[in-house]
Nanobody, 128 residues
Framework: QVHVVESGGGLVQAGGSLKLSCAASGRPGGRFGMGWFRQAPGKGREFVATITWSGDKTYYTNSVKGRFTISRDNAENTAYLQMNNLKPEDTAVYYC?????????????????????WGQGTQVTVSS
């Protein structure tokens, strides 16, 4: 069983920055992708960013390209999401997820159905 825990959320003014962390314990076997998703009030869960095991490929939803950066440290089983120039529309609960058994293209497509383990989420609120 893999346990996923997010941290680093909070309240920030528009234009500010936050860095989210995601720790995956109970190390899943093999190479696993990681991703960040978010869910705003009244909306469905949406893909934000994903990263391959080696970190050589990253994928972003269009609305965060150029502002958010996903990275990972495999020695620590940790992924990060650096969020810069935050906007009020970025306000949401941010979830980290790990894909172990999902389809190989889960990281590329960002389809949440391809991710097996999820954290409880961390709130990010951006004030205008």
């Amino acid at each position: 069983q893999v346990h996923v825990v997010e941290s680093g959320g909070g309240l920030v003014q528009a234009g500010g920055s936050l860095k989210l962390s995601c720790a995956a314990s109970g190390r899943p076997g093999g190479r696993f992708g990681m991703g960040w998703f978010r869910q705003a009030p009244g909306k469905g869960r949406e893909f934000v960013a994903t990263i391959t095991w080696s970190g050589d490929k990253t994928y972003y939803t269009n609305s965060v390209k150029g502002r958010f950066t996903i990275s990972r440290d495999n020695a620590e089983n940790t992924a990060y999401l650096q969020m810069n120039n935050l906007k009020p529309e970025d306000t949401a609960v941010y979830y980290c997820a790990v894909t172990v058994y999902g389809p190989a293209q889960a990281v590329e497509t960002g389809d949440p159905r391809g991710f097996d383990y999820w954290g409880q989420g961390t709130q990010v609120t951006v004030s205008s």
